[in-house]
């Protein structure tokens, strides 16, 4: 009978090292998601204000390399600029 209960017993140990070991594997699981979510947020967070950026830079660079518009010389001024 000692064998059986011995054998009984260590089957329900190695059952019950199973059951552990799966909550443990779904417990690293369940972090590698929310770790990977928490980096992809970060990350799409970044690559739009890189872009917004970007575009800011585009924007200012254009506007920069625009000519100054020259005022033009209206009637009025130009008869005080006569008389």
């Known amino acids: 009978m000692s064998t059986k209960s011995s054998k009984a017993a260590q089957a329900l140990i190695r059952k019950q090292d199973e059951q552990a070991a799966m909550i443990e594997y779904a417990q690293q699981r369940s972090a590698e998601r929310e770790k ?3 980096l992809r947020a970060l990350r799409l967070a970044k690559e739009a204000a890189d872009c917004e950026a970007a575009a800011q830079a585009a924007i200012t660079k254009a ?4 000519p100054v518009a020259k005022r033009r010389k209206t009637v009025v001024a130009m008869d005080a600029v006569s008389a």
């Open 36 to 38: 990977s979510a928490r």
């Open 63 to 66: 506007t920069a390399k625009m």
